[in-house]
């Protein structure tokens, strides 16, 4: 029998029309374009407004229905919805539970996965795992996260990163030899304390006072992520290519998390990789958190080729961060 690998065969992608540019932020924190530019390589981001009254779930289901849309797809047919998301509707109901409904998947299960900006990485393996066990066919993965709902716009540290967005891919079973060929995925949990929202989960429930501190926001010690982060992303993608016998000539494409630029090509030149070969759209979008990947793969899919090497790279708070290894499978 054929070994089973999960390969993706459709890809979606929704962000919202606001832009939030450099030069507005300059009227809301002492910050410049230049400054934010030279450190992130960020010129604007999309915000969901206030005025819509949607959450995450909301940016969820529209890149899921544009997959569907490209992609043919009868909603009928997903087995598993899981989306991935720092920023759920709420902290009981499932957001993956709505977002299913929403679009039709009334066969489907659906959960969350939350692992901060790893969270859609660790959501393939996750979705690889089920496709490979031979019990499901179509497995709905989503990243989505609505991070303005998150971010204190009086922070200058946090509020020229975050972006919101959603992507979402949809993995089948393939015995050609496509798909996910490897993973390294790792976690330490004593890097909560430089990235992370003080209030709001059971450590700290919500109170008069937290609302006050305005402890419902997110902060990050950025020295400390950023050298974390940088050695981190590298290490597992070079690694990932060792593994796996890749030369930087095998690499067709590095699909790295856009939290920040020089971290990007921090992970590109550990791994010998010219920057042709490396997907961004941070300038465009800022860190959608969850949402960087798919949106990656969103934004490139018309350039990628079947049987293209993929090496996927993330970080996030907690700290979470991996590689995977994915060979493209359809033109």
């Not at 009868?74 to 929403?102: G, R």
């Not at 969270?119 to 066990?133: E, K, N, R, W, Y």
Request: charge should be negative; hydrophobic fraction near 40%.
């Amino acid at each position: 029998m054929s070994k089973i690998n999960a390969a993706i065969t459709a890809v979606g992608g929704y962000v919202p029309k606001f832009v939030l540019t450099n030069e507005m932020l300059e009227g809301m924190v002492d910050t410049n374009d230049e400054w934010i530019t030279t450190r992130t390589g960020i010129k604007e981001r999309r915000i969901l407004k206030d005025e819509e009254g949607q959450g995450s779930s909301y940016l969820g289901i529209k890149a899921a229905q544009d997959l569907i849309q490209k992609g043919n797809i009868d909603p009928e047919e997903i087995d598993l919805v899981i989306v991935a998301t720092a920023t759920p509707d709420s902290m009981v109901a499932s957001t993956a539970a709505f977002v299913a409904s929403e679009i039709g998947a009334k066969n489907a299960f659906a959960f969350d996965l939350l692992a901060a900006c790893s969270s859609f990485l660790f959501g393939m393996s996750t979705a690889s795992s089920f496709i490979q066990s031979g019990k499901y066919k179509k497995i709905l993965l989503i990243g989505a996260d609505k991070m303005s709902s998150i971010i204190d716009y009086t922070d200058r540290t946090t509020c020229i990163i975050f972006g919101d967005g959603a992507g979402a891919v949809l993995f089948e079973p393939n015995t050609e030899g496509f798909g996910l060929q490897d993973e390294y995925l790792r976690a330490d949990g004593s890097g909560r304390k430089f990235l992370g929202m003080d209030a709001g989960g059971s450590l700290m429930p919500a109170t008069e006072e937290t609302v006050r501190n305005r402890k419902h926001y997110i902060y990050q010690d950025g020295k400390n992520v950023f050298k974390f982060a940088v050695s981190n992303m590298a290490d597992v993608a070079a690694l990932i290519m060792e593994r796996n016998d890749l030369s930087d000539q095998d690499v067709s494409w590095l699909v790295p998390h856009q939290a920040n630029r020089r971290i990007i090509d921090a992970t590109a030149n550990r791994m010998g990789l010219d920057h042709s070969k490396v997907m961004t759209n941070i300038h465009k979008y800022g860190n959608t958190t969850s949402a960087t990947l798919p949106l990656l793969l969103h934004d490139y899919e018309d350039r990628l080729k079947k049987g293209d090497n993929l090496v996927f790279a993330a970080f996030g708070g907690g700290f979470t961060w991996g590689s995977i290894y994915l060979k493209w499978a359809y033109n």
